[in-house]
């Protein structure tokens, strides 16, 4: 099992989010060949694919899971955050998403940032469960979103 920063799109990353961004979220499509482009062209935007050791046939192994890091500088220093985890639900509990944030928080140190940050749904337990395995430490603090169709 591997971790990679995806750095090209193609077939296979848009065959892959087709796959995994339904198991992320009921309500985000799929992005499509021009928008893993984009994705991937962003400075300081990385997109980290976990596959199998082996192939299930010719070719390279199927990405079973995915992760964003997303790292940006402002005033007080060089911040990460990881976004959008997501592990195809046959390949969970092997490891994998423990191999994604561990990949994703090591970059971001070497990057220089001191720390990482994420956000988790309290009902996706068992994501909250990898996250306090993986070093993770609940913060007090309010996160507050502003929808822009509320405007």
């Known amino acids: 099992m591997s971790t ?17 961004i339904p198991q992320l979220s009921r309500s ?3 992005l499509t060949a021009e928008q893993c482009e984009a994705l991937l062209a962003q400075d300081g935007v990385y997109l ?3 596959r199998p050791d082996s192939p299930a046939g010719e070719g390279p192994a199927p990405i079973l899971g995915m992760l964003t890091l997303a790292t940006f ?4 220093g060089l911040r990460a955050w990881v976004e959008d985890v997501v592990v195809d639900a046959e390949a ?5 998403g ?4 561990e990949a994703a928080v090591a970059h971001a140190q070497e990057l220089g940032a001191r ?3 994420l956000t988790s749904r309290p009902s996706r337990e068992a994501a909250n469960r990898l996250y306090q395995r993986c070093g993770f430490e609940l913060r007090e603090t309010n996160v507050y979103r502003h929808s822009a169709s509320k405007s």
Do not use: S, Y
């Open 4 to 20: 990679e920063i995806v750095t090209q799109a193609g077939p296979e990353l848009v065959e892959a989010m087709e796959r995994l």
């Open 28 to 30: 985000a499509p799929a």
């Open 48 to 50: 980290f694919a976990f």
């Open 73 to 76: 500088t402002i005033p007080t």
């Open 92 to 96: 969970r509990g092997q490891g994998a």
């Open 98 to 101: 423990r191999q994604l944030v």
């Open 115 to 117: 720390t990482v940050d």
